[in-house]
């Protein structure tokens, strides 16, 4: 199938999701949006030529947690929600997107102004009340992407609203692999690319796996500065754990198994979008 037919049936899966948000989100329950939210998701990853594999998924948390990880692409977001859809900390820009940023305002996306200080604190309150409400947010502490073959340092700023609602918090970790089994930078969305040349890149990288890992969740502390290092250390030792562990992938292989069975991921149900 040629890369303008998959684009074009990306593009019908989005609208599908707009559908889906003003039609049956209003009838659903918290629990059946999510999971309408996960089945869509997956979906969207399947037309993008991608699987889901979760490692350690026995540690996750599911409710008050702060979710942080690497960033590599749009495609992240997708991935994160498609193991367990989670509101996101988004940059401004995004909310002008056509579809994808009227979805992402519709899934309590949170939007930062990252170039107003003043900003930055406001969406600090607002996550620290959303996590004390029992919810659960995700943020990319990079503060933008990288081709996920190393990490940039975590920024602690954010971090502040896990501490002020001591709430823990839960690292996990992205890598993208290709059929041969090698590190694949083709999800990346870095530089001076634009939204379409990363869409391309993937679509012509062939199958493509998304390994996500639940790293064990940290406990709240009075440091921020401290948790954002534990956290970055986390992730670090994940990705290198990844790279190099067969018998890990080989244990994570069936619990995507799982997921994939479970989930419907092959109908069109389900939704998330936003980029940070």
């Given at each position: 199938m040629g890369v303008t037919l998959r684009k074009l049936r990306l593009l019908v899966h989005l609208l599908y999701g707009m559908w889906i948000v003003a039609m049956r989100f209003p009838r659903a329950s918290a629990s059946e949006r999510s999971e309408l939210n996960r089945v869509w998701s997956l979906e969207m990853l399947r037309l993008s030529g991608m699987k889901l594999v979760v490692h350690n998924d026995e540690a996750r948390l599911d409710a008050g947690v702060l979710v942080v990880g690497n960033h590599i692409?749009?495609?992240?977001?997708?991935?994160?929600?498609?193991?367990?859809?989670?509101?996101?900390?988004s940059k401004a820009e995004i909310r002008k997107w056509p579809v994808v940023g009227w979805l992402a305002h519709q899934l309590d996306t949170v939007f930062v102004q990252r170039e107003k200080r003043s900003d930055a604190k406001r969406i600090m309150h607002e996550l620290a009340e959303r996590l004390l409400a029992g919810e659960m947010m995700c943020v990319f502490p990079e503060g933008t992407t990288t081709d996920g073959r190393s990490l940039?340092?975590?920024?602690?700023?954010?971090?502040?609203?896990?501490?002020?609602?001591?709430?823990?918090?839960?690292?996990i970790c992205l890598m993208y692999e290709d059929a041969q089994g090698r590190q694949s930078t083709a999800p990346a969305y870095i530089g001076d690319m634009s939204l379409n040349d990363s869409l391309d890149a993937l679509l012509r990288a062939g199958k493509v796996t998304a390994h996500l890992y639940v790293c064990d969740p940290l406990a709240p502390g009075a440091d921020r500065r401290l948790?954002?290092?534990?956290?970055?250390?986390?992730?670090?030792?994940?990705?290198?754990?990844?790279?190099?562990?067969?018998?890990?992938?080989?244990?994570?292989?069936?619990?995507?198994?799982?997921?994939?069975?479970?989930s419907g991921c092959g109908e069109n149900h389900g939704l998330q979008t936003g980029e940070g």
């Open positions: 692409s749009w495609i992240d977001i997708y991935v994160i929600n498609a193991w367990r859809p989670t509101p996101f900390v940039l340092p975590f920024h602690a700023n954010l971090f502040q609203a896990a501490v002020s609602a001591s709430c823990p918090v839960q690292p948790l954002a290092s534990e956290a970055q250390a986390s992730v670090s030792a994940a990705l290198d754990r990844m790279r190099g562990a067969p018998a890990v992938l080989s244990d994570a292989l069936a619990v995507e198994a799982v997921i994939t069975s479970s």
